[in-house]
């Protein structure tokens, strides 16, 4: 009993005894990261260049998944309750987010990265800005409707993807004040590196002849790429990869193949090659290759990052129609 008691005396004495300097020292806990949602493989490597190490980033529609048509899972729904912020496209691309941002009962500030951007009207404008719809059937109509009118996919014109950042930034110091510095140098070197990018792009179109900027793609994904940057893009499947090509389409797009020449055709990396390898097939234009229109690639891809994307894009572009 008494060795007891001396080992609980003991115990106490040494608890008693006052930290030594090391004790004192331990290093403080890392501030905990500000937890962000973005939509789709695209915005959510701007938000990454953005929130650097301050955030922790989940992105749901991953590389090569096409957001217009994807199914939100209950864990989507948990990491929105759970984000801080929670970044969207916005012009209706994801038609499923406010289902799933009500579904999850989130409390985040809810960002339109495209809030900045003056859209595209999704009217057939007689390719007087190089911006084709295909819009023949009432299917490609509806889509349209569900779109709001409006082009989505902003981010194909580097101007616009600049006008994003801005937005994250300004997001990211609204929901953590103590990271300004840090959110504002990191969308400022990145700005630097998307000036550079538009340079780059601007260049490589120009050293394509005036008579072959035309381009065929499986869906309409590069009306902002068309109006920034002079090509003409025509697509069989209209603004969202959900619209079926109608054969009015099909046919309409062969003739016009064959009556300017149009080059080359392209696949892309969110869509069903069939469509484009017929039309190759029927009018002889060449395979162009692949375009990263709504998703990047895998890390290790041709287009991992937004800048590695437009890079790949334009050279490939270049390739099939600089002579």
Do not use: C
Request: aromatic share 6%.
């Amino acid at each position: 009993m008494r060795t007891r008691r001396n080992v609980i005396s003991a115990l106490f004495a040494v608890m008693a005894l006052p930290l030594a300097p090391a004790a004192l020292a331990q290093p403080a806990e890392a501030p905990s990261k500000t937890r962000v949602v973005a939509t789709f493989s695209i915005l959510g490597d701007l938000v990454r260049e953005v929130g650097g190490e301050r955030i922790d980033l989940t992105v749901l529609v991953g590389p090569n998944g096409d957001a217009h048509v994807y199914s939100p899972s209950p864990a989507d729904a948990r990491n929105l309750a759970e984000a801080r912020v929670i970044f969207v496209n916005g012009l209706k691309f994801e038609g499923w987010i406010d289902r799933l941002v009500q579904a999850s009962g989130t409390r985040a500030t809810i960002v339109e990265a495209a809030a900045r951007v003056t859209p595209l009207e999704m009217e057939n404008d007689g390719h007087g800005h190089g911006h084709a719809h295909s819009r023949a059937d009432d299917h490609d109509e509806k889509h349209a409707h569900e779109h709001g009118g409006l082009d989505p996919h902003a981010w194909q014109d580097v101007a616009n993807a600049k006008l994003y950042v801005a937005a994250i930034r300004d997001a990211l110091v609204a929901a953590d004040p103590a990271g300004k510095d840090a959110y504002a140098a990191n969308a400022e070197a990145y700005l630097t590196r998307l000036d550079a990018l538009e340079a780059e792009v601007k260049a490589a179109v120009e050293a394509i002849p005036r008579d072959r900027r035309k381009v065929i793609t499986s869906h309409d994904a590069f009306g902002y790429f068309a109006r920034a940057y002079g090509l003409t893009f025509i697509a069989p499947q209209g603004v969202s990869t959900d619209a079926e090509a109608s054969a009015r389409d099909v046919g309409r797009i062969i003739r016009q193949i064959k009556r300017d020449k149009i080059p080359a055709v392209f696949l892309e990396n969110v869509t069903d090659p069939r469509l484009v390898e017929r039309i190759a097939k029927e009018t002889g234009a060449k395979i162009g290759g692949r375009l990263y229109s709504d998703a990047l690639s895998d890390e290790n891809g041709a287009a991992g990052t937004y800048i590695a994307m437009m890079q790949h894009n334009i050279k490939a572009l270049n390739a099939a129609l600089a002579r």
